[in-house]
């Protein structure tokens, strides 16, 4: 009976090691991420940024962004922390600091890094609805901001 055993643990670690053969462990940092060509960083938006535009885009974000982005935008999702990803805060104007429209979309549409493509999965409006969602944040985080410094009127 022991040498079965020992055949069967051989042969399980024979199938285990050969099943692994040519797999990447996934890495902390992400895959090398592909320039945005500058036609498409150059894009504008077609759709304005209305308070429907920016719903849509929310709803969609809650779909298929948030669970690596985080609700709030802050790169803190919970596939994010369970993989170990490090993503940049939309809210954070150093990380948006000179990312046009065009790059936005183009990232959601092909993909970034570890980011699936969205473009198969969506119309362009709503991608660009998505562009508009993420900017929402940095106007909240703006906004917030204005607040906390601001002075009260008088009732």
């Known amino acids: 009976m022991k040498p079965f055993l ?15 053969q040519g797999q990447t462990p996934p890495s902390d940092e992400g895959s090398p991420a592909t320039p945005v060509p500058a036609e498409a960083a150059r894009k504008t938006n077609p759709v304005k940024a209305t308070a429907d535009s920016i719903a849509r ?3 969609l974000y809650g779909y298929d962004c948030a ?5 709030d935008g802050d790169g803190k999702g919970d596939v994010a922390e369970d993989m170990k990803l490090k993503i940049a805060s939309f809210s954070d104007p150093a990380a948006m600091k000179g990312k046009t ?12 890094g570890q980011m699936p493509p969205e473009g198969d999965r969506g119309k ?4 660009w609805d998505l562009v508009n969602y993420v900017r929402s944040f940095g106007s ?16």
């Open 6 to 20: 020992i055949l069967m643990m051989l042969v399980f670690f024979e199938f285990s090691a050969s099943a692994q």
């Open 57 to 59: 885009g929310k709803k």
């Open 124 to 127: 362009p409006e709503g991608l």
């Open 140 to 155: 909240k985080q703006t906004a917030s901001d204005d607040k906390a410094v601001a002075p009260q009127a008088p009732n």
């Open 67 to 71: 669970m690596c982005h985080g609700k």
């Open 101 to 112: 429209d065009g790059e936005l979309y183009y990232s959601i549409k092909n993909g970034k």
